[in-house]
């Protein structure tokens, strides 16, 4: 949890910083957030989000579930454009994307790493 504190620490109740989480049980199920895209003023108005589904949750609806409020809720908020990373293959994660309106804009080789290896991270984008 310490080496999680500065993760939480940038999401909030409001603005267009907020984190959901799914739990069943007492277990979390999946989360869905926005964070910063970058530092510079000029991209205040485009965010980074991000979702996870555990793999016991994948094919139960907590993904469209979680996105769907999470989009819902950041309906008021000054943000002009979504921008989301997933390492690929990912025939989920794409098809959840594609569902809520993100388009494919470029892949990044090797960009991402996890479980000792590198992937090609696909960046897709969404009006608000």
């Known amino acids: 949890m310490e080496r999680r504190e500065a993760w939480f620490a940038q999401f909030g109740a409001t603005g267009q ?21 970058r530092p ?5 108005t485009t965010v980074e989000s991000s979702i ?8 139960m609806d907590t993904g ?8 819902e809720l950041l309906s008021g908020e000054d943000i ?3 921008v989301a990373g997933y390492v690929l293959p990912n025939a989920a994660s794409e098809a959840l994307h594609r569902r809520f309106g993100f388009k494919v804009v470029g892949v990044f080789s ?3 790493r996890k479980f000792g290896k590198y992937w090609d991270v696909c960046w897709a984008e969404r009006a608000r």
């Open 17 to 37: 910083h907020r984190l959901l989480v799914a739990e069943e049980n007492g277990l979390v199920t999946g989360y869905a957030g926005t964070t910063r895209f």
């Open 40 to 44: 510079k003023a000029a991209y205040e």
């Open 52 to 59: 996870y589904c555990a793999p016991e949750a994948v094919g």
């Open 64 to 71: 469209r579930r979680l996105y769907a409020k999470l989009f």
């Open 80 to 82: 002009h454009r979504f």
């Open 110 to 112: 090797e960009n991402g």
